[in-house]
């Protein structure tokens, strides 16, 4: 395959990390590409070029559910900042973040690649609620909306509602299961493939916007 000269590289970050019992552990990483990719449709240009997703990131929080493999936030910022140093001949990198967990991490990604001059912007999925950050209403209304197949709507039960703002002290301290024995945190039960049609058309514009604005700001012949 050849690539356009310096085209903008697209790297979506996914996680690996219970959510509930009714959606798959890869959640995160299929939100984020699906939305990278139907924002990129819409951008139809080849001034882009789209990265596998990052399927493993930083979901120490998700600790004592089956099925969670986390890397730690050490580990992924170490490792996207060197993925985004290897592209040498992209004029910049968009991370497309899937995962709240990853906060951190993409904090000081930031820092270290504008301490070695590396072209980035950082694009978060958003919209839920903050009393139903994990596996509710937002992200079970957009798997619906994606992936009706993996969802398991007769297995999801409503979760913690508290704000996670008044859950955070202790979630950072003990995980998220010491506020949610079944992982959830929002109200899954309510959700609908509509809204999630609502999330990501929301998603798909805000992230569009952002790869416009990249393509036509940053020096193609860098
Ligand atoms: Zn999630």
């Not at 690649?113 to 950050?133: C, K, N, P, Y």
């Not at 508290?162 to 995980?175: E, F, I, N, S, V």
């Not at 945190?185 to 952002?210: C, I, K, R, W």
Request: proline share 4%; glycine share 8%; net charge negative.
């Amino acid at each position: 395959m050849t690539l356009e000269a310096h085209p903008v590289l697209v790297l979506p970050i996914g996680a690996y990390e219970q959510h509930g019992a009714h959606l798959p552990l890869d959640t995160d990483t299929r939100i984020a590409t699906a939305i990278a990719q139907l924002a990129l449709l819409r951008c139809q240009s080849s001034d882009f070029v789209l990265a596998p997703a990052l399927p493993i990131s930083a979901s120490d929080e998700h600790q004592g559910f089956n099925g969670t493999l986390s890397a730690g936030t050490h580990a992924t910022q170490e490792f996207l900042v060197a993925v985004c140093r290897s592209a040498t001949w992209s004029r910049g990198v968009v991370l497309v973040n899937g995962h709240g967990g990853n906060a951190d991490a993409l904090q000081s990604v930031h820092y270290a690649l504008d301490d070695e001059r590396i072209t980035h912007a950082i694009w978060s999925v958003t919209g839920a609620a903050i009393t139903d950050t994990h596996a509710g209403h937002f992200e079970t209304s957009i798997m619906l909306h994606l992936f009706p197949e993996l969802v398991q709507r007769d297995t999801a039960t409503i979760g913690n509602t508290t704000a996670l703002d008044q859950l955070m002290p202790t979630m950072r301290k003990d995980g998220l299961r010491a506020v949610s024995l079944t992982g959830v945190l929002g109200d899954p039960t309510t959700a609908t493939a509509v809204d999630g049609g609502v999330f990501v058309e929301q998603n798909v514009l805000s992230l569009t916007q952002v790869l416009r604005h990249c393509a036509s700001t940053w020096n193609s012949s860098s």
